[in-house]
């Protein structure tokens, strides 16, 4: 069974800092990786997708890369803000996608 | 980028009766459409996987009699919770895929959250 972990599970930081999220799956087959935001109550917005052939993906302060030897993603906030604060969510799949268990991220002012 | 509406966005109802919930692709065909469960402070649950004009592909544990799917056109596919008990309170999100034209991207609504008294 595919499973994908999100480490750390939860993340406090102040204003400014330059971050990293994990996100790591047991299958390294080619597929889609997607990093997503989710606002407490509130549904997804995609913030980046990296396709199979893709290694890395860039959208202002993010970064996303990915290392599908060894079945890593990671997210790379530079200069956060308050306003970066929310779970960020991975996701691994082509046809049908699985959800990392998330990390909670409170950017303090 | 693509657009993925639901309808409605937060219901409340008694146990035992029936909600539908609509998810519209507003900007594209959607040619599958995925339905997701999430239980708080837990990640996305595939539930189902339904493709315009066939039956929808149900993940293990979901129970197809009562989480009924119908994607009946290429821009809407509704979910229905039959029956619905206090278990089933969740959040509820959609998301769509135009893979006619070779692309696995999928574009998420933005969820219903149920709450079954």
Not at chain 1, 16 to 26: A, D, M
Not at chain 1, 47 to 60: A, F, H, P, V
Request: glycine letters at 8%; charged letters at 15%; aromatic letters at 8%.
């Amino acid at each position: 069974k595919q499973e994908v972990t999100q480490i750390p599970a939860a993340l406090s930081v102040p204003e400014g800092e330059n971050l990293v999220l994990n996100c790591s799956f047991t299958d390294s087959a080619i597929y889609n990786l997607q990093w997503f935001r989710q606002d407490p109550g509130k549904g997804l917005t995609s913030l980046l997708l990296i396709q199979s052939s893709q290694r890395e993906q860039t959208s202002g302060r993010l970064n996303a890369s990915l290392d599908k030897s060894s079945g890593r993603s990671t997210l790379y906030i530079a200069a956060s803000q308050p306003g970066d604060s929310a779970t960020y969510l991975c996701a691994h799949g082509t046809y049908k996608y699985i959800f990392g268990t998330g990390t909670r991220l409170k950017v303090l002012a | 980028g693509a657009v993925v509406s639901q309808h409605p966005s937060r219901v409340i109802c008694k146990s035992g009766t029936s909600v539908k919930i609509e998810c519209r692709s507003l900007d594209f065909q959607a040619t599958t459409m995925f339905w997701y469960r999430q239980f708080p402070k837990q990640s996305l649950m595939l539930m189902a996987t339904s493709n315009e004009g066939s039956k929808a592909t149900y993940e293990q544990g979901v129970e197809k009699d009562k989480f009924l799917i119908n994607h009946a056109s290429l821009t809407l596919s509704t979910l229905t919770v039959t029956s619905a008990h206090p278990e089933d309170s969740s959040f509820y999100i959609c998301s769509a895929s135009d893979l006619g034209r070779g692309e696995a991207t999928q574009y998420f609504g933005p969820g219903t959250r149920l709450l079954v008294l």
